[in-house]
């Protein structure tokens, strides 16, 4: 029995409620072995070192061009990319990529925003290994896909985008059972005993502790303290310690980026 998840980690750097979860998690050693970092935010430059410091994960760089919160925002590493077309007359990303205008948007400046994105996580001292997307831009913007994974070529990094093989059922929903995390974490290993044998497949998770600002990520269709309610289940799934008797009664492997790239060829 063989079952391979990459279950990755976003959104490093977006809180410090966020940047704790994940810390914690990464430290305990169960189950974070990919991080994604918000070049952008502006949490990352204080949680960098702590993340730098942990070991047997890959850090990604979580490629950021919109900024979907009502009452956090955050704008571009570069002043030039404010002529792209993502952006707002305040100079901060648009709420989602599906704000975008194709025919206003400029890739060659998102381009270039990237590559200081990755120069700036590089700078803080991360080592940075792969490269993935913040909601996904590059299907919004289908001219933006073919040179965004070149770039990410040029850099020398691991393409996530090789890895997104979807398992046949989501994880669990953070929003069907709010009050109670032991269903929670039980509703998760149901899925994980449910995965078909084989993989890797792919998932995403964004931790959070439960704090002032976790309660900014709000917007029309998420009220305040529901993000913050789910992100902190995700955190209780990062750092349980059921995911030893998990990875052992279901044959499950917890990899990174780059071990699962090693095993593909």
């Not at 400046?109 to 803080?124: I, P």
């Not at 929903?173 to 149901?190: I, N, Q, R």
Request: glycine share 8%.
């Amino acid at each position: 029995m063989d079952r391979k998840l990459i279950w990755r980690t976003d959104d490093f750097g977006s809180a410090k409620s966020a940047n704790e979860a994940i810390l914690e998690g990464a430290r305990a050693g169960h189950m974070v072995r990919s991080v994604s970092c918000m070049a952008p935010c502006a949490h990352i430059a204080e949680g960098a070192p702590a993340l730098a410091a942990c070991e047997g994960i890959d850090v990604g760089l979580h490629f950021t061009i919109n900024s979907e919160w009502d009452r956090i925002k955050w704008g571009p590493v570069l002043d030039g990319t404010k002529k792209a077309g993502v952006t707002d007359e305040a100079g901060y990303f648009l709420p989602s990529p599906e704000d975008f205008d194709p025919e206003r948007t400029d890739i060659g400046l998102l381009l270039r925003e990237f590559d200081a994105q990755l120069d700036l996580l590089t700078r803080l001292g991360l080592k940075i290994v792969y490269a993935d997307t913040h909601m996904f831009p590059e299907f919004s913007l289908p001219a933006l896909m073919d040179p965004l994974r070149e770039r990410i070529r040029k850099h020398g990094l691991i393409d996530a985008h090789d890895f997104y093989r979807m398992p046949p059922s989501s994880p669990p929903d953070t929003g069907e059972d709010p009050a109670d995390a032991e269903k929670y974490l039980d509703s998760v290993e149901e899925w994980l005993c449910a995965l078909p044998e084989g993989g890797p497949y792919w998932a995403v998770m964004h931790p959070a502790k439960a704090g002032e600002d976790t309660l900014l990520f709000a917007n029309s269709r998420h009220p305040e303290g529901e993000i913050m309610r789910r992100r902190k289940l995700e955190y209780l799934c990062a750092v349980t310690p059921r995911w030893e008797r998990w990875k052992e009664e279901y044959g499950m492997r917890l990899l990174c980026y780059s071990e699962a790239a090693a095993e593909t060829g």
